[in-house]
Structures are given as structure tokens and as C-alpha cells.
Nanobody, 115 residues
């Protein structure tokens, strides 16, 4: 079974950039649709971006044009490049792997956008 470990979160000023990484264990990483979700304090978890095993991407309207999801299958890693960050992007960001009924979550990494 795939296990996920996120990294790259931290404190950044508005307008800044961060790159999140999600390292996956398991031999069938390339078969999974990978995604990033986030949960802000007091709010429900929401979709940020997904990428299929074929490389097709989908983004939440709130991050289109600012965030880019990518994957490196030989490295078993998915990335989220976040540019032009806003205070409203502050949240715990979770990595997600999905294949049919198999859905796996990482433990999350905190991103704080503040001056």
C-alpha cells in the first residue's frame, strides 16, 4: 500500500512562493491519481489540485494560474508549486493518492502566509 509524506510547508510572506513535495512509498505510485487538498482553520478540507497518472491536471478556481501540480513517477513524488501566495492560502496541505476505492492521505504540512 502507498504511504505518503509531505514536506515543504512553512511561513511565507504574501506574494511569495513555496514548493510542497509528497514522497510516496510503494511500487505502484504511477498508477494513482495524486492530489493536494487543504484545510484552513474552521473550514472543511477542499481540493487544491489533482494530476492523473497520464498527467492531466485539475485545479480549484481559487488557485488557477498561481499553483502548479506535477509528478515525477521514477522518484515517486508529486509536487505543488505555489506562487503569488495570499493570506487565504493559509492551511494544512494534504497529499492524496487515489486508485479506484483505495484512497490514501498523508499527515499534512502547514503553510502560513503572513507578513
Amino acid at each position: 500500500q502507498v504511504q505518503l509524506v509531505e514536506s515543504g510547508g512553512g511561513l511565507v510572506q504574501p506574494g511569495g512562493s513555496l514548493r510542497l513535495s509528497c514522497a510516496a512509498s510503494g511500487s505502484i505510485f504511477s498508477s494513482y491519481t495524486m492530489g493536494w487538498y487543504r484545510q484552513a482553520p474552521g473550514k472543511q478540507r477542499e481540493l487544491v489540485a489533482t494530476i492523473t497518472r497520464g498527467g492531466s491536471t485539475n485545479y480549484a478556481n481559487s488557485v488557477k494560474g498561481r499553483f502548479t501540480i506535477s509528478r515525477d513517477n521514477p522518484k515517486n513524488t508529486v509536487y505543488l508549486q505555489m506562487n503569488s501566495l495570499k493570506p487565504e492560502d493559509t492551511a494544512v496541505y494534504y497529499c492524496n493518492a487515489a486508485l479506484a476505492s483505495d484512497v490514501i492521505w498523508g499527515k499534512g504540512t502547514l503553510v502560513t502566509v503572513s507578513s
